[in-house]
């Protein structure tokens, strides 16, 4: 018995030095970048936000193309409405106006709101194309430099530049994604329910 404990002991001592150094961490070796920087400067991604800007300014101006005459025809059967003696209900040619207006108010709710959809969509396939190849820049970039962590510079209080690696970042990125498709693919048809 007093042969098995020592056996036990002198496992535990020999077991624990292996425990203890499979569980060290090694020391970090940081690299901060300035994604806001890369972002704006890397040359598809400037394209890709020139090109954004052009959708949202073309939805402005559709915006507008619609609200003119909207608000014009509105402001003409409110006038036909307050003409109206009191109490009186509009006749048929009045209501049919009513509900063209209605209707001509909904479709272009419906066409402003689709183009928004699709310009968020545009945005984020632009956002998972550089996504897509920024992740192995950082495994390349982490590698040359010796470092173990990379951490974005918005995240820190304060960092050495010596640890800055935002100009590698962006040379990779400008490398390996010289343009970016800023039309997201089609969204795939929703199945409708088939009835029984």
Do not use: H, W
Not at 84 to 107: C, H, N, S, T
Request: charged share 15%; with cysteine; aromatic share 2%.
């Amino acid at each position: 018995m007093l042969k098995t404990a020592i056996l036990a002991a002198a496992a535990v001592v020999t077991l624990a030095p292996a425990a203890a150094s499979a569980q060290a961490i090694p020391g970090a070796v940081v690299a901060v970048v300035d994604l806001e920087r890369v972002s704006s400067q890397c040359t598809a991604c400037k394209t890709a936000a020139a090109t954004l800007q052009g959708q949202l300014n073309a939805l402005k101006t559709r915006q507008q193309t619609l609200a003119t005459p909207l608000e014009a025809e509105g402001k003409s059967i409110q006038t036909a409405v307050d003409a109206l003696p009191q109490g009186k209900e509009p006749d048929a040619a009045l209501q049919a106006r009513i509900r063209a207006f209605q209707a001509k108010q909904q479709q272009g709710a419906q066409e402003l709101q689709q183009r928004q959809v699709q310009i968020q969509r545009n945005r984020d396939y632009i956002g998972q194309q550089i996504s897509a190849k920024l992740g192995p820049i950082y495994q390349q970039i982490l590698q040359r430099r010796g470092a173990n962590v990379l951490v974005e510079q918005g995240a820190t209080l304060a960092s050495a530049s010596a640890l800055d690696v935002t100009n590698d970042v962006l040379a990779g990125l400008n490398a390996a994604l010289p343009s970016v498709s800023t039309t997201a693919p089609a969204a795939p048809a929703q199945q409708q329910p088939q009835g029984r």
